[in-house]
């Protein structure tokens, strides 16, 4: 069965706005990420009142560059499977609520399959690993870390020349974190522009 985009031009677009201001661009951006999360709540930002502005004025400015290295990695996890194993997929960066503790999600439940990053939690070197994890779920096409994530995973991680976790009892715990990703010491610094 392919697995393919029938409307790939649609893939990876989060069009939801024509202004040029910058703060609006990044609020209405932040708005679409909002629909496109498990919770919206992940996505809490635009409630921040001490740091919406800025951090709204920055993706504005910059999250076309922050996308497009997002789908460079999209890209590279694609390439290990044949283009009829590969899921449509759209990816974003978006700053995560502290709350949930976590740097990225997959939500199977949009058309195509969403993968949302929190750029600003993990040291920019690291954001590749981030996208393969997230890219795993995907793949494996249900939440959690059981057998099929770890078959995809262990995909990725032969595809991108990576060393594959380590398969003992308590699989599922190790696999949460797996590949490790260093955090950044202020994940809304990055979002902010100071990181």
């Given amino acids: 069965m392919n697995r393919q985009n029938p409307f790939p031009s649609l893939a990876g677009k989060l069009l939801l706005t024509t202004s040029t201001d910058p703060f609006t661009r990044g609020l209405d951006y932040l708005y679409g990420a909002r629909s496109l999360a498990l919770e919206p709540e992940i996505v809490d930002v635009v409630y921040d009142l001490d740091n919406r502005i800025p951090i709204c004025t ?9 996308n497009a290295e997002l789908n460079a990695y999209l890209q590279a996890c694609h390439d290990c499977f044949h283009p009829w194993e590969q899921c449509v997929i759209q990816i974003f960066a978006a700053p995560f609520a502290q709350s949930f503790g976590i740097d990225g999600l997959c939500n199977l ?3 195509p399959i969403t993968i949302l990053i929190d750029v600003g939690r993990v040291q920019p070197e690291d954001w590749w690993l981030l996208v393969m994890h997230e890219y795993a779920h995907a ?3 249900s939440p959690g870390h059981h057998q099929e994530f770890a078959k995809s995973l262990a995909h990725l991680c032969l595809g991108l020349a990576i060393a ?12 949460r974190s797996y590949p490790n990703c260093r955090p950044t010491k202020d994940p809304l610094a990055f979002w902010q522009g100071l990181g």
């Fill in 58 to 66: 920055w993706i504005g400015n910059h999250i076309d560059a922050v």
């Fill in 164 to 175: 594959p976790p380590s398969w003992q009892a308590g699989m599922e715990a190790s696999l």
């Fill in 109 to 111: 439940q949009t058309n």
């Fill in 139 to 141: 793949h494996a096409g």
